[in-house]
């Protein structure tokens, strides 16, 4: 289980492109896929959380194989649009976004509109409930609706949700296999990975496949303490003990935010900088799609009609 974490703070808009930048002409993208889909076929098809036989953690250092980077983004907010799109295009990179369904197209949050525009990129879209609830403060019922709905209404949106992250990287055996029955192939967590000042007994990466992909591990979130060092060592400590998967966790990427869950867009910029070129040695940069892959399933008949309900509720496109 991973350690407890900072809990996340945290109309309809038009679809203008993002801010162009002029740093520098755009190099060539990251390939990744047939890395990732090699790594990810020894994940099988089993659905239910159950630990991995084999894979790439033969022994007590943990895994032995490549180091991969997913670049996650949690909540929704806009500056996911105006900040961190404008960087992963110009160095060729897709990330993965955690949207929570009831907040699309409030103010501060991504629209519909602009959701559909990161997947058109190559962009992941996944859920995070319906409005960012503590999944294990609920019953079954209200889980469901927030894990299952929510995954119904990104659908509805034309979106291809096929993983989840845990809300406040809170969870439970009986949230994951909630999470499992909603149709989702994985829940990202928060915290399992050697981190400044918190796990040090812990993995440096997490194995392909994880030995449970609906809690899946990672350093603790980026925050306003987190340096460009911080984010190159949680690579660096991969790559040192055997390489594996890195999710790295993000919240807001910008300039005088008044969250703590805050990394500056010059920060964010420098670090992927500096990543791109380590694909010359091995790692790379993925979707936690790439890696966990599967197929996209159906939301089960008992989810609730209120999932398009929340998506209808401030669609205007």
Known sequence: MAPA????????????????????????????????????????????????????????????????????????????YLHVLPSLREHGMTGTFYVNSGRVGAPGYLTAAQLRALAAEGHEIGGHTADHARLTELDEAERGH??????????????????????????SPEVRRQVARCGYNSARDIG??????????????????????????TPD?????????????????????????????????????????????????????WLRPRAAAGTTVATVDGVIGGPLRPVPATASASGAELAGARRTD
């Open 5 to 80: 974490v900072t809990p996340h703070r945290g109309g309809e808009r038009g679809t203008a492109s993002p801010p162009a930048r002029a740093r520098r002409p755009r190099r060539p993208a990251v390939r990744t896929a047939s890395l990732l889909l090699a790594l990810a076929a020894t994940a099988g098809t089993a659905l239910a959380p159950q630990p991995a036989a084999g894979g790439t953690h033969p022994g007590p250092n943990g895994p032995t194989g490549p180091t991969v980077v997913s670049l996650t983004f949690d909540d929704g907010s806009e500056d996911h």
């Open 146 to 171: 927030q894990i299952c709905d929510d995954r119904a209404a990104l659908l509805d949106l034309g979106l291809p949700v096929r993983n989840f992250a845990h809300p406040f990287g809170a969870d």
């Open 192 to 217: 399992g990975i050697v981190s400044p000042g918190s796990c040090s007994g812990c993995r440096h990466a997490e194995p392909v496949p994880p030995p449970d992909r609906y809690g899946v591990r």
């Open 221 to 273: 979130s980026a925050d306003e303490r987190t340096t460009l060092a911080t984010l190159q060592e949680y690579v660096l400590q991969a790559e040192r003990n055997g390489g594996g998967w890195v999710p790295i966790v993000f919240h807001h990427v910008c300039d005088a935010c008044s969250e703590s869950l805050v990394i500056t867009p010059e920060t964010f910029d420098a670090f992927l900088d």
